[in-house]
């Protein structure tokens, strides 16, 4: 199966910051079938990058993806107060389905 | 607009079942196949695997093989996921979400805590 490490576990920034969280793949995945979701407690995960790059419907565009091969990117270029939560990374380009460990983005 | 809707909380000794249901709405049912996805108290997501609603094909998690069951029924519109064997480690929320072509989910029930405790 392939393995999404997903890093760093948690990013301690302030409103405002970029966040660049990173996740990686134990082999290649088609572009195609990278996801992110976004987490807060309680709540279900919500879709927000698909096809490693393209935004769902209603994601603001300060959510960005990009990558290829093994190594994704999810790009958040202004924090906004809404934004701390948990992302996952996931991938089904190839059976199992698999998710990311997370990354937690907290407030500094 | 596409809503899933599952069952509520449930509380099981080890080694009996839970079946937990989604009903889906908005949507064409028999379109999309359904995955179940679960997440541990403090832990991240686990895939359990997907059904196909309109031909009844499904595919299972291999840790999963064996103790799942998933099953639809197309008269409501409703999926279910049944696990047998319960243990503590299953203590969990359990999430169904719509797969889109094959790539992604892109809705989510809004998840059904499943307790195992003796």
């Known amino acids: 199966e392939i393995v999404l490490t997903q890093s760093p576990g948690t990013l301690s920034l302030s409103p405002g910051e970029r966040a660049t969280l990173s996740c990686r793949a134990s082999?290649?995945?088609?572009?195609?079938?990278v996801a992110w979701y976004q987490q807060k407690p309680g709540q279900a995960p919500r879709l927000l990058i698909y096809?490693?790059?393209s935004r769902a419907t209603g994601i603001p565009d300060r959510f960005s993806g990009s990558g290829s091969g093994t190594d994704f990117t999810l790009t958040i270029s202004r924090l906004e107060p809404e934004d701390f939560a948990v992302y996952y990374c996931?991938?089904?380009?190839?059976?199992?389905?698999?998710f990311g460990g997370g990354t937690k983005v907290e407030i500094k | 607009q596409v809503q899933l809707v599952q069952s509520g909380a449930e509380v099981k000794k080890p080694g009996a079942s839970v079946k937990v249901s989604c009903q889906a709405s908005?949507?064409?049912?028999?379109?999309?196949?359904m995955h179940w996805v679960r997440q541990a108290p403090g832990q991240g997501l686990e895939w359990i695997g997907i059904?196909?609603?309109?031909?009844?094909?499904?595919t299972y998690a291999q840790k999963f093989q064996g103790r799942v069951t998933m099953t639809r029924d197309t008269s409501t519109n409703t999926v279910y996921m049944e696990l047998s064997s319960l243990r503590s480690e299953d203590t969990a929320v359990y999430y169904c979400?719509?797969?889109?072509?094959?790539?992604?989910?892109?809705?989510w029930g809004q998840g059904t805590l499943v307790s195992v405790s003796s």
């Open positions: 059904i196909n609603p309109s031909r009844l094909g499904t």
């Open positions: 082999q290649g995945v088609s572009s195609s079938y």
């Open positions: 096809g490693a790059s």
């Open positions: 979400a719509r797969d889109n072509s094959g790539r992604y989910l892109d809705y």
């Open positions: 996931q991938q089904y380009g190839r059976s199992p389905l698999t």
């Open positions: 908005g949507y064409t049912f028999t379109s999309y196949y």
